[in-house]
């Protein structure tokens, strides 16, 4: 007796599990019942585990039987001749698709010169042991097994054309390549359409070197006049969005260039842009702090007393801007109406993205990193044939990592755009690394990859013979424009005094608790009080009862709260923070008095 | 400096170097050198050498399976539990090392090592059962754990005397008769102090392991620690035998040998895992811990809580409790620490802050100088 558990519940037993599996599997090739039912016979607990529920990843497999395949070369030529269908043959029996449950009963051959009486399953190509993204990458079964989920991510973060009526949509941080490639090495994968109509990188001269110490730690050499020429050059779309929001009591937004008396208006000169309808038209070039969306809403948390006072109500600007430190040309303007017919405004700024020192670079074998130097070509290396490689690529990055792919798809490259063809870098079935290399030579390259070449600065030879050839190389959605941050002044928090925090808010790089007992430790104790001195106030303090008194400046008198005019007021420096703490500790019921002492 | 400042061993390892008529003008100039200066921030440059090690250390402790070793913390956790000066450790455990004849023995050495051992009431117990009315507890003993230990009924009796209780032995079983329990809960809590009447051994001690050293002679490592009564027992080499419990060595031994073995324990801690620090930033944490003739912990409950000033505390741990009860005592903060300097926005009594203006030139830097008048202009 084994008990069937059909979807996790037990629904009653069988005299014989193993039989009544079979019984079901028949069926299911015989198209009794679905083909996604999965069954299993568990020994162990004497089950029949049936499954037929959603969730469950299912995967394609050919079934075989006494050893032999059921899909013949006969149906292949069918299917190939587009006679009968996939769904053809799943009808027939001839391919299962198993979960996971049910994998644990198949024994499944990997190839068909493997298979014997036991097995039960043919893989369909050994390509199946990757996922959609991992075969996409060439020579994968080269690489250090690690090595290849940074590789699939990098390809996800690639810059290519990810969607084709991009110019239609609004998306957030989309950038778009102006210039894409399908790979020199490529896979089987390739060929599908998708992987046409959405490329993601370029295929470049590299060479595998170090050079004036520019490369130094995953970083690389770009050829500047390659990027002039149009090298991975992509745009940034950056998309402003604001609403006619309606609010209780009959008041709305109003989309508009902003009257002079409008509270919080900015320059004349940054509304400039604006058309009559408070919108910037396409094709205006517009920059950091520009107007794009002219908007005034309704005052909202003026109290009653100022609107008596102002008599009249003002109204509050509330426009978009264009970030600060961005800058590009109006791409679209969209206008369209909610669903309770409030206006929407969309504007997108294009902006241009040439390759810069910092942008990063990935390639299809995990080997990323961040560009730390363009130099013109005059001024790079060169072959004796007078290839100018378009990117250098340092040699240090190899042996740690192990990604021979990377090396094989270099030669890959090279054997291709010698022999104006793609090579074929499918994992365990692609092109051989000694057909490669034999197939260079033919070309009258060393089989080896590597070349002699010159330094571009110097014209001398350079003693050691360089590896190159041609690869693909994916140019990373992280640009450093959209990450770069600075500050030498600029805003504070209201309460604090202090620096404000984040990019978007032009803030500052905290020096924090750590990074202080650093400048401790070194003795720096008066560069670490100027370090703190962003939050810096004056403050009077009374000389006689310790207590914090009242100054003007200007007039320089000031007296005592608790001993009047007379007293004697001293002027203290310390931090804005440190007064509020001394304020709360007042607001708490506790006293804190300032004992002045000589400062010598 | 004069060269009778220099301490003695210093001269005696110089001269064993250079010689007996060596200069010692030498040896000043190279004492001099190496003394720390003044206003070195030595307490931070100690904490940032142990703490950037440290992060080097995992949480994770490996816990080994088996009897063959005795199983201490290790890691992080227990540095964390030395600076932290902990009451109850993880693992305390003794070395205890043997005199002379015995440490030879392997037999002699196993042999006091069993006899280390506690061996409780409890232990010997399969079942016990309660006669309410006749306020009668049976205790059912495990003859055959009796005779591995080698224990009679007349030891256990002989223990249990003092407790004055009726006694009396039917075969395997304990008959004990409390007539002062009037409750459930009073006979309950005479079964427990039955129990864990100890019969034979030193209590705390859980389990003992023999090893050799390299010279060949045994030691004893020990779960659990009674640092008192191992160092009473005429067997045991009391120059050596140390338990790494630091309370206890401290209350037994003193508060010099606590400091050696903070020191001890924490660079052992370190060097397991292959981490350097010098001994010199240990030492300087074990002082700190030590100075007042106890061990404190770096905790709010220790030295940390203990700073003179309030400020500084209360930037710590707990500030709203520092901060009450420094209102309540009236306290003064003289604005001589780090913290409270750096919350002031003031110059640090550290590195390049300590230095003073002594000489007033022209009067200037004077009282009436610092007034606020000056100031704005």
Redo the contacts between chains.
């Keep these: 007796m084994s008990s069937v558990i059909l979807n996790g519940k037990l629904v009653g037993s069988v005299d014989d599990g193993k039989a009544t599996a079979q019984k079901i599997r028949e069926a299911r090739r015989a198209g009794e019942i679905p083909y996604e039912t999965s069954v299993r016979y568990r020994e162990d607990m004497d089950t029949v585990v049936i499954n037929s529920d959603g969730g469950r990843l299912l995967r394609a497999l050919i079934v075989v039987k006494d050893g032999k395949p059921l899909i013949t070369s006969e149906d292949i030529q069918l299917l190939s001749e587009g006679r009968i269908s996939w769904e053809d043959l799943v009808k027939q029996g001839k391919i299962d698709y198993l979960d996971a449950e049910e994998e644990e009963d198949a024994y499944i051959a990997l190839n068909e010169n493997e298979l014997t009486k036991e097995h039960t399953h043919l893989e369909i190509s050994p390509l199946s042991v990757l996922g959609m993204q991992a075969a996409l990458l060439p020579f994968v079964n080269h690489n250090n097994g690690h090595r290849n989920i940074p590789a699939v991510k990098s390809v996800l973060q690639g810059v290519g054309i990810y969607n084709t009526n991009y110019l239609m949509r609004v998306d957030n941080d989309s950038a778009i390549a102006i210039d894409q490639q399908r790979p020199i090495v490529k896979t089987v994968l390739h060929d599908r359409k998708s992987a046409k109509s959405h490329p993601f990188g370029q295929n470049v001269v590299v060479a595998v070197m170090s050079y004036l110490g520019y490369n130094m730690d995953d970083a690389i050499i770009v050829n500047k006049s390659s990027v002039e020429r149009g090298l991975f050059r992509s745009m940034f779309f950056r998309p402003y969005k604001t609403a006619e929001l309606h609010y209780i009591g009959g008041q709305t937004d109003e989309i508009t260039i902003p009257d002079k008396d409008v509270i919080g208006y900015k320059s004349e000169d940054s509304y400039s842009h604006l058309d009559e309808d408070g919108i910037v038209s396409p094709t205006t070039y517009v920059s950091g702090g520009d107007v794009v969306i002219g908007k005034v809403s309704p005052p909202r948390f003026v109290s009653a007393l100022d609107k008596f006072r102002l008599g009249i109500q003002k109204r509050v600007e509330s426009s978009v801007e264009c970030r600060p430190g961005e800058e590009g040309v109006v791409d679209t303007v969209y206008l369209y109406s909610g669903d309770d017919g409030t206006k929407h405004v969309t504007v997108k700024v294009r902006q241009d993205r040439p390759v810069e020192i910092g942008d990063k670079f990935g390639t299809r074998s995990g080997q990323k990193g961040v560009v730390g130097m363009l130099f013109k070509q005059e001024d790079m290396p060169f072959t004796l044939s007078g290839i100018v490689p378009d990117i250098i690529f340092s040699p240090y990055s190899i042996p740690s990592r192990m990604t021979m792919g990377y090396l094989l798809e270099l030669i890959g490259g090279k054997v291709g755009s010698l022999g104006g063809r793609f090579v074929d870098g499918t994992p365990f079935t692609g092109e051989s690394e000694e057909a490669l290399r034999e197939e260079l030579a033919s070309y009258g390259f060393r089989d080896t990859g590597v070349e002699t070449m010159y330094n571009g600065v110097t014209g001398e030879e350079i003693k050691a013979r360089i590896f190159v050839g041609d690869m693909m190389y994916i140019r990373l959605k992280h640009f450093v424009s959209n990450k770069i941050q600075w500050r030498a002044k600029g805003p504070v928090q209201l309460l604090t005094r202090q620096p404000t925090e984040g990019r978007s808010k032009r803030g500052g790089l905290r020096l924090g608790e750590m990074e202080k007992d650093g400048f401790i430790a070194h003795g720096a104790a008066l560069a670490l009080k100027e370090r703190f001195d962003s939050d810096k106030v004056v403050i009077p303090v009374c000389a006689k009862c310790g207590s914090i008194a009242v100054y003007n400046f200007k007039r320089r008198t000031g007296y005592c709260p608790i001993d009047g005019e007379d007293a004697p007021i001293k002027l203290i420096e310390t931090s804005a923070s440190f007064k509020i703490f001394l304020d709360e500790l007042k607001s708490m019921g506790i006293y804190p008095k300032i004992i002045l002492g000589d400062k010598v | 400096m004069d060269i009778s400042e220099i301490p003695k061993k210093y001269i005696e390892k110089f001269k064993q170097i250079e010689g007996e008529n060596a200069d010692l003008n030498k040896l000043k100039e190279i004492y001099e050198k190496s003394l720390i200066t003044r206003?070195?921030?030595v307490g931070?440059?100690a904490?940032?050498s142990i703490g950037e090690a440290s992060t080097q250390l995992t949480l994770r402790t490996k816990h080994v399976a088996g009897l063959s070793a005795i199983n201490v913390t290790s890691g992080l956790p227990r540095l964390v539990e030395l600076f932290d000066a902990k009451k109850n450790i993880a693992t305390p455990s003794m070395t205890i090392y043997l005199k002379e004849d015995i440490a030879k023995s392997r037999e002699k050495a196993l042999d006091f090592a069993d006899r280390l051992i506690q061996i409780k009431v409890g232990d010997l117990i399969s079942s016990y059962s309660i006669q309410l009315r006749r306020k009668e507890l049976i205790f059912l003993f495990d003859r055959e754990a009796m005779d591995s230990y080698k224990i009679t009924f007349k030891d256990v009796e002989s223990k249990l005397r003092p407790l004055n209780f009726e006694m009396s032995v039917d075969g395997n079983e304990l008959h004990v008769i409390d007539k002062t329990a009037d409750s459930i809960k009073k006979i309950m809590r005479t079964k427990s102090r039955i129990s864990s009447t100890l019969i034979r051994g030193i209590l705390g001690i859980e389990r003992t392991i023999v090893s050799q050293d390299k010279d060949g002679s045994f030691y004893i490592s020990t779960y659990g620690t009674n640092l008192k009564e191992v160092l009473k027992q005429e067997e045991v080499d009391t120059t050596r035998t140390v338990s790494n419990d630091v309370l206890e060595v401290a209350s037994v031994l003193g508060i010099e040998a606590a400091r050696t073995l903070i020191i001890n324990e924490a660079s052992q801690t370190l060097e397991a895992v292959g981490l350097m620090v010098d001994s010199r930033h240990l030492s300087l944490v074990a002082d700190a811990m030590c100075s007042d003739g106890s061990v404190r912990g770096i905790s709010r409950y220790g030295i940390t809580g203990e700073v003179e000033s309030v400020i500084s505390r209360a930037s710590f741990e707990v500030p709203l409790r520092h901060?009450?009860n420094?209102?309540v005592m009236h306290e003064?903060d003289k604005f001589d620490y780090?913290a409270n300097n750096?919350?002031?926005?003031?110059?640090?009594?550290?590195?390049?802050?300590?230095v003073?203006?002594v000489l007033?030139e022209n009067g200037r830097?004077?009282?009436k100088d610092?007034?606020?008048?000056d100031?704005?202009e």
Excluded at chain 2, 347 to 353: A, D, I, L, M, R
Excluded at chain 2, 370 to 373: A, H, L
């Design positions: 206003g070195e921030a931070i440059v904490a940032q901060l009450v420094a209102a003064t780090v750096v919350m002031s926005n003031q110059v640090v009594p550290v590195g390049t802050g300590v003073k203006l007033r830097g004077s009282q610092d007034s606020g008048e100031k704005t």
